[in-house]
């Protein structure tokens, strides 16, 4: 059984009368192996808040972090690998967070670099390809 939550389904979508949800807005992402894109996720500390269909290969997942909310959902489209898709995620430590994911197999896109405004910045590939900018404070 899923769990149901206003990032995964739509207003209305559980057909009874449920309280309102907040407005707000999350990045969906489109991807040609949802299942390994949401594990992907996981790896960067984000936590599966639901999954359709809840068995099997999923066509959308639904997770979060803190605050941050991001759906993965089936794409419907081709598109080139390292499409104009890019996604930012805080980490702890970048070095230690990049070590994890080359070690899993991840590819690497760009090596760790302190950029001028105070953040450390690597550049990693999701598994459809989706280029992936992980951060965390510069020397912390």
Do not use: C, I, K
Not at 8 to 28: D, I, N, Q, V
């Amino acid at each position: 059984m899923s769990t149901r939550t206003a990032a995964a389904e739509p207003e209305g979508a559980s057909g009874g009368t449920a309280a309102p949800r907040p407005l707000r807005a999350f990045p969906l992402l489109s991807a040609h192996h949802v299942a390994r894109t949401a594990a992907f996720y996981e790896r960067l500390g984000f936590t599966r808040l639901v999954q359709h269909p809840p068995t099997g290969e999923p066509a959308f997942v639904g997770l979060h972090r803190d605050g941050a909310e991001l759906a993965v959902s089936a794409a419907t489209e081709p598109r080139e690998p390292g499409g104009p898709y890019e996604m930012f995620v805080f980490v702890e430590d970048v070095d230690q967070a990049l070590e994890r994911l080359r070690n899993a197999g991840v590819p690497v896109l760009g090596e760790p670099v302190d950029m001028p405004w105070g953040e450390r910045v690597a550049r990693v590939a999701d598994p459809d390809g989706n280029s992936v900018a992980l951060a965390s404070p510069a020397g912390g």
